[in-house]
């Protein structure tokens, strides 16, 4: 049953609703695991700023740099993980044979598996990320243009895109290998430990197998340094650049066409 894009995106919705609601009722575990999220996620920000305040920067990127980097590829992870936050659990829903009922309804399984559950804990990224970005954009030296400013709401798109691919990508394995966490886990480390940073500082090798193998530069690296003007320290050109976002929804669109193809190889428990 063929359904458009309106149709999806209102039952999308209501289904978010709905999950919302039901884990909200338990309101000690609501609060807990927001703060959780905000603890977790402040976290990476206070140990840059033990870093930098015993030195006056990392690669020559000052704390205000690295702090408005560090924002952007925190509102971005914000904008993908709460539509997608239940990829990470895929495998356990296709071990279980519960993939089965998606299957039968007449809607897009992707968006089932999506709109099933939400975890409370990706309240406190957002509200962490959303925190952090208002300070990041105060004390960062951008010159803003109406340019810049586009650029920035596209960047965080964009970035959430590229980021999303990768775990939908990872999710897709559940159709083959059943276990998937660990990977999960390795993405979630990779983005966190090296997308926070500017990639220069980890050597050519590192940064160009993190641009091209895996989009973590397109995340918030390459977009920080247009919008900081610091394009000289990147290992792409000016002008790539400057297309950032649209790598990052490339992705999403290639990791979404995969993610359909290894789902024929989705077997039910009860076959």
Sequence with gaps: MNRSFKETLSLYWTLQKAAFRAETGYRFNF????????VYQGSGIAFIWVVLSRFDSI???????????????????AVWIVPFNQLTSL??????????????????????????????????????????????????????????????????LGGAAAEGAVV??????SFRFLQTWSAHMLTDNVFLLFGSYPLHIF??????????????AFVAYVPASVLLDRTGDLPVPAVLAWAAPAIGFLWLYAAYRIWGRQMRHYQSTGS
């Design 59 to 77: 690669g020559s990127w000052t704390f205000s740099d690295v702090a408005f980097l560090y924002a952007l590829r925190l509102l971005a992870h």
């Design 31 to 38: 609060v807990l695991l927001v703060c959780m999220g905000i």
């Design 203 to 216: 050597g050519t090798a590192t940064a160009w197998l993190l641009t091209w193998t895996v989009p973590v």
């Design 91 to 156: 495998d356990t829903t296709v071990r279980e044979g519960r993939f089965d009922i998606y299957l039968l309804r007449p809607l897009n399984p992707l968006i089932q598996v999506i709109t099933g559950r939400v975890r409370m804990n990706i309240l406190g990224d957002v509200i962490t990320g959303v925190t952090l970005f208002c300070f990041a954009l105060s004390a960062a030296d951008v010159d803003w243009t109406v340019t810049k400013a586009l650029y920035l709401v596209l960047a965080v």
């Design 168 to 173: 939908l990508l990872v999710s897709a394995l």
